[in-house]
């Protein structure tokens, strides 16, 4: 994803607002270019998990009539979303019964666009602008990058999507794509060793400087332990990462009846008041089906209810890590494709599937699998970290 030139914020709404008519006049005109955001009535927060339509926090939200957006609010194609991305879904009232949705608006975007600076195989990282990026088994890895971190070397472009642990100061990835280049680099991050007088600050082991920047343009007063998305000159200037744009790292939540956050605890103040993936929650009236003594900070957590005045009011907190089993994993539904009976192995919704020895057929065997043949597909990221390894294929037709 190419990073756009510096803005302020002038630029910015003049940007916002054509981009507004553009979706105006996609949907055939006369629409109110704010009718998306007034109608939607439910919010999900987190990674893709699957296809089929759009698979987040467990629900599958038709996406066919949905707007794509990227981080800039740059109009995408539904193309551009892909396993693993974290995403923002604006979408019409839920059916939880069923877990599904309508989607009226995908926001996705990373957390760090930039060149690896080293990478540790045995640990399972690597470094990006001075940030730790920690991998995990499920961490999703772009096709041209067959290996996973075995295919990265020092200088490789890379976008991280990521939630950040706010314990250890690391990112956790959740998908990681290779950029062929970048005339600019990105980070999301919190703020710290904040010199107003030198004018930087530290993300991480990432000096940033800020002089070239406005008052007008920079997202308020900076204070330590703001959490900021900065946009960096591709070449550091004496050691320093020069900004060239800079806006507070999270949105505001509007209000839902619905909202559905899967993420990293970023901020405790105690198990009922934090924030999760930098949007604030208040659980003094939720339940904690786990209890509450693993909500930590840095901690992964699922926290469902709704949002009033910018806060998620919770009706019910879990944790992550007692759901293992459950929510680690991919989901596909759709037609096979390219279907290679050598190599046994398919692709289904622009994913390769690898079929094994351990995988479980319902409503049909290997023998069934067919060009066209509508399939449900779950699995986990295989050896070379770009396939999916299905360990359950289901026939739906």
């Known amino acids: 994803m190419q990073l756009s ?6 630029q910015a709404a003049t940007v916002l607002l054509a ?8 949907c055939g005109g006369g629409a109110d270019s704010t009718s998306v955001t007034e109608s939607a009535t ?31 609010d740059g109009g995408r194609s539904r193309d551009a979303l892909k396993l693993g991305m974290m995403v923002e879904v604006d979408g019409a009232q839920m059916n939880r019964a069923a877990a599904q949705g309508k989607a009226l608006r995908i926001r996705y975007g990373s957390e760090i666009v930039g060149p690896v600076g080293s990478v540790n195989l045995g640990a399972g990282t690597l470094v990006v602008l001075g940030q730790t990026v920690q991998t995990t088994p499920n961490t999703v890895f772009d096709d041209g990058m067959a290996g996973g971190l075995a295919a990265l070397t020092a200088g490789t472009v890379v976008e991280v999507h990521a939630l950040f642990d706010a314990a250890s100061g690391h990112y956790v990835a959740t998908r990681i794509e290779g950029e062929d280049s970048s005339s600019f680099y990105k980070l999301r991050g919190v703020i710290a060793n904040l010199d107003t007088t030198a004018k930087t600050f530290t993300v991480g082991g ?3 400087n800020f002089a070239g920047l406005t008052v007008a343009e920079l997202p308020g007063v900076l204070a330590n332990g703001q959490r900021v998305r900065v946009r960096l000159q591709a070449a550091q200037v004496a050691s320093q990462w020069v900004a060239v744009a800079m806006r507070l790292g ?24 934090f924030q999760v993936n930098g949007l604030p929650v208040d659980a003094r009236g939720a339940s904690f089906p786990d209890g509450r003594a693993g909500v930590l900070l840095g901690a992964q957590v699922e926290v469902e209810g709704r949002a009033v005045n910018g806060v998620l009011v919770a009706a019910k907190v879990e944790l992550d890590a ?34 094994g020895a351990g995988t479980i057929f319902r409503d049909g065997s290997a023998a069934n699998l067919a060009e066209g043949r509508l399939v449900e597909v779950k699995g986990t990221p295989a050896a070379d970290r770009t396939t999916l390894q299905a360990s359950l294929i289901k026939f739906e037709d």
């Open 5 to 10: 030139q510096p803005f302020s914020r002038r």
């Open 19 to 26: 981009a507004a008519a553009a979706l105006v006049s996609a």
């Open 42 to 72: 439910s919010f999900a927060s987190g990674p893709i998990s699957g296809f089929g339509s759009v698979i987040v926090n467990g629900v599958r939200y038709d996406d066919s009539g949905a707007t794509v957006l990227d981080d800039d």
């Open 206 to 208: 990432a000096l940033i």
């Open 250 to 273: 999270d949105r505001k939540l509007d209000d839902r009846e619905e909202a559905h956050l899967r993420g990293a605890i970023t901020a405790l103040s105690s198990p009922t008041a």
């Open 322 to 355: 007692r759901h293992a089993d459950e929510r680690h994993g991919f989901e596909l539904h759709g037609a096979i494709s390219a279907l290679d009976t050598v190599t046994r192995s398919f692709t289904l919704r622009g994913v390769r599937v690898s079929v």
